[in-house]
């Protein structure tokens, strides 16, 4: 901006922000000439340096993959895994300005194991474990702040080694996992052939899972999740066997009614399952301050859900299954209400775990609750005389669900849904009522095929009757024709 047009010096820059040239797209130079009113022309030179381009970076790129298996006999397997890509690597049919800008390093540690082979093999135990441990690291080519200068560059000009570290903290991009679980641990039967019984230690199975994911990079300065997740199953089935007081009557079809009554008493199975499932989250920003209550973003979930199924063959006619889900949170307190009141409530992570187990012990805020049953009976019409062809099978099928209002709503109350079904169907087997009477019998049986000629001797034909020879010393009838 020229301030005084007959001073040559009175000129003014000035740049708004914090210019960069990483972030340049277009570059226009304009020149205009502010004294229209003379007609006189003028011969202007304008030179602008700096703005040519002399070629392209070509240059080339390197990666590199590694991948260890080792097999531990029948303990478990271990499995190491390591990556390197350079800066300029990308495939052959990518343009240049599609290649990698950044240095990628991870190595990625995983093992599975069975732990159940430490203890003695009669116990029956078994203990499945799996551990995992990675980390990728990626460093950019340019600093992510200055998009024009070069970090390797940058970082040699920093002689203070804790200031050069913090410059290369800032600009990479960082992911580490770490995780743990057991599966189903349990205790397998020892005897096939012994009873199962509802209190048998091998009809539960726990397992357990953790795992820890840190992340940073140029925005976020610190991401740490956190996820816990325990359970416990429980199965019984029994082989079902129905009590038939009637058994030992007569087969007599007036009374096949009476003879098939049969009743289980006791269910087929059950089982149940509970999972509690917390994640907890914290994730600091940079350049957002130092007061963490400004800077720091917490994420939390803690989820109780439970299932519940139960079959009953409550005979052989009538049939019975339930099935049920509950879904529960368990409340924390504000982790931003924890800091504000810090002096007052001390040690904050005796507090939070305090709050929890309260909350665990009251089951949680139940938040959606769902079950539904299913009844199918058939009816003993077969087993009355003359109608073992009619079947007649009836069900019934209902469902029923509970879904809570959020917190800020509810005082609008809560959402119930419900749901029937009934059928009825009916086999007719007309073949088996033709076979009660000797008639329709008669005409639903094939008939047998004709046969020609009958004989004592089996080998004989008329034929054969007819070319015998008369025995010359047979004795003739005297009143025998002639032939």
């Keep these: 901006q020229v301030i005084n047009p007959s001073d040559p010096n009175s000129h003014v820059i000035k740049v708004k922000g914090s210019p960069n040239l990483g972030f340049v ?3 226009m ?6 004294y229209t009113g003379n007609s006189a022309s003028y011969d202007a030179e304008i030179w602008i340096n700096e703005l040519r381009v002399t070629g392209l970076d070509e240059r080339g790129g390197a990666a590199a993959l590694a991948r260890l298996d080792m097999q531990l006999a029948d303990l478990g397997n271990v499995t190491v ?10 495939a052959l049919d990518q343009q240049v300005h599609e290649r990698s800008r950044e240095e990628i ?3 990625d540690i995983a093992t599975t194991l069975e732990l159940g082979k430490f203890l003695p093999e009669k116990w029956c135990v078994k203990i499945p474990f799996y551990a995992q441990l990675s980390n990728t690291t990626s460093t950019p080519e340019y600093n992510p702040y200055d998009l024009d200068l070069v970090l390797k560059e940058q970082l040699k000009t920093i002689s203070n080694a804790a200031d050069r570290d913090s410059v290369r903290e800032q600009s990479q991009e960082v992911t580490a996992i770490k995780s743990y679980n057991f599966t189903n641990v349990r205790k397998e039967r020892t005897d096939a052939q012994a009873k199962p019984m509802p209190w048998d230690i091998s009809n539960f199975s726990v397992s357990y899972g953790f795992s820890q994911t840190d992340r940073r990079d140029p925005v976020i300065q610190f991401d740490r999740q956190d996820r816990h997740t325990g359970a416990l199953d429980y199965g019984f089935s029994r082989r079902v066997k129905y009590w038939e007081p009637f058994k030992g009557i007569k087969d007599e079809k007036f009374l096949k009614l009476i003879k098939e009554f049969n009743i289980n008493p006791l269910p087929n199975s059950f089982t149940f399952s509970t999972v509690l499932d917390r994640s907890f989250a914290r994730t600091s920003y940079r350049f957002a301050g130092v007061d963490e209550r400004f800077n720091t973003f917490f994420n939390k979930r803690f989820l109780w859900d439970r299932t519940y199924n139960l079959q009953w063959d409550i005979t052989k006619a009538l049939k019975f299954t339930f099935n049920s889900s509950n879904s529960s ?18 040690d904050i992570n005796k507090f939070r ?3 929890i187990w309260n909350n665990v012990r009251q089951l949680g805020r139940p938040k959606l ?6 009844v199918t009976y058939t009816l003993p019409i077969r087993h009355l005389p003359f109608m073992d062809w009619v079947q007649i099978r009836a069900q019934y099928q209902a469902e029923y669900s509970w879904n809570a209002a959020a917190l800020n709503v509810d005082s609008l109350g809560n959402v119930i849904q419900n749901s029937q079904n009934r059928q009825i169907g009916a086999d007719l087997n007309f073949d088996k009522l033709y076979g009660q009477f000797a008639y329709l019998r008669s005409i639903e049986k094939p008939k047998a095929p004709k046969t020609k000629g009958k004989t004592n001797d089996k080998t004989a034909t008329p034929k054969d009757e007819d070319t015998k020879k008369e025995d010359p010393n ?3 009838d005297p009143k025998a024709k002639p032939k």
Aim: proline content about 6%; charged content about 20%; aromatic content about 10%.
């Design 329 to 346: 949170v368990i409340d924390e307190p504000n982790e931003i209400t924890l800091l504000e009141n810090q002096p007052v409530i001390g």
């Design 105 to 107: 390093t991870g190595y």
């Design 29 to 34: 130079v304009g020149v205009r000439n502010p």
């Design 474 to 476: 047979a004795k003739k």
């Design 353 to 355: 775990r305090d709050s």
């Design 25 to 27: 797209k277009m570059l």
């Design 81 to 90: 895994a390591g990556n390197y890509n350079s800066i300029g690597f990308g």
């Design 369 to 374: 609750y769902r079950h539904n049953f299913n």
